[in-house]
């Protein structure tokens, strides 16, 4: 089950869903006209080297593999369904990834710093109190954008997708039959979700900035800049330390907030959209047989 619990991860895309596993990575797609789309692909070798087996750099690397992974797929995906034959790959990829961080860094990170470090230079505040404004105001903008956003007919289906992915994978660490039918049963929650993932990285941030002390508004935002990959370390390690642990009653407490966070970025999938997940869960298990080493 430990293996399990390392291994398996995934990601709804349009009208689709990725699944990761430790040799390879699977994109199952509706295609406009019903049928099911597949692609696999093994996954490069850091991944499967020894640097990402250290403890807190794995973080590290966690995080840059779910955002390029991820914008791989939501290529793929949106190639697929517009029918397009050009693909963004290469310099055009890497440049929408990076615009696209940039846009998440200034919003989520450094719109809270500057908002926290006038607090602290104006109104003086104390340590602590400063950055629990700001923590609050990136939880709150985090939160506020994916409840906002879930309104959207196409982000709804994409939580769908979500919902179905979890339940695929419960199901597979469960032991059961990967049908629609059996899937439909089983919890649309996940402990080891990418939304668990958002919320540790704030309430972390929080303890780590508070160490810091006063500093000069420069400093402060390029500090939250610098101690993303700290953090995304940090949490990644918590994460799976709860995921390993489950049985043990505080730590069903602990992950609570995490679990509840999803049912903003989750939704009830129907039969159609776990298809989809059980299909690529399925050849994602393939594939690591054939990109094992």
Not at 167 to 186: D, F, H, M, Q, S
Not at 257 to 276: C, F, G, H, W, Y
Request: hydrophobic share 50%; glycine share 10%; proline share 4%.
């Amino acid at each position: 089950m430990e293996d399990k619990i390392i291994t398996y991860g995934g990601q709804a895309v349009i009208e689709g869903v990725m699944m990761r596993g430790r040799n390879a990575f699977a994109i199952a797609m509706r295609a406009p006209d019903g049928h099911i789309v597949v692609h696999k692909e093994g996954l490069a070798a850091v991944y499967r080297s020894r640097i990402a087996k250290i403890p807190f750099l794995r973080g590290v690397i966690l995080l840059w593999d779910a955002l390029g992974l991820g914008m791989k797929a939501l290529t793929l995906s949106a190639n697929t369904q517009t029918g397009e034959n050009e693909k963004l790959e290469g310099p055009a990829l890497y440049l929408t990834l990076a615009v696209s961080l940039a846009i998440g860094v200034g919003l989520f990170i450094l719109l809270p710093a500057g908002v926290g470090g006038l607090a602290e230079h104006y109104l003086g505040w104390n340590n602590l109190a400063h950055n629990l404004l700001e923590g609050l105001m990136r939880l709150l903008l985090l939160v506020g954008y994916i409840w906002g956003i879930g309104f959207m007919p196409d982000v709804k289906r994409l939580f769908g997708y979500h919902g179905a992915e979890h339940k695929t994978i419960n199901a597979y660490e469960a032991g059961a039959e990967l049908t629609p039918e059996i899937v439909a049963r089983y919890p649309i929650e996940h402990p080891r979700c990418g939304t668990a993932f958002i919320l540790t990285f704030v309430l972390l941030s929080v303890f780590v900035h508070s160490l810091l002390g006063d500093m000069t508004i420069i400093w402060r935002l390029a500090s939250r800049v610098l101690l993303i990959p700290v953090i995304a370390g940090i949490a990644v390690e918590y994460i799976r330390w709860t995921a390993n642990h489950l049985d043990s009653p505080l730590v069903r407490l602990l992950i609570k907030p995490n679990l509840a966070l999803q049912s903003l970025t989750t939704r009830q999938p129907d039969a159609s959209m776990l298809e989809v997940a059980i299909e690529s869960f399925k050849t994602m298990r393939k594939a690591e047989h054939e990109f094992s080493v």
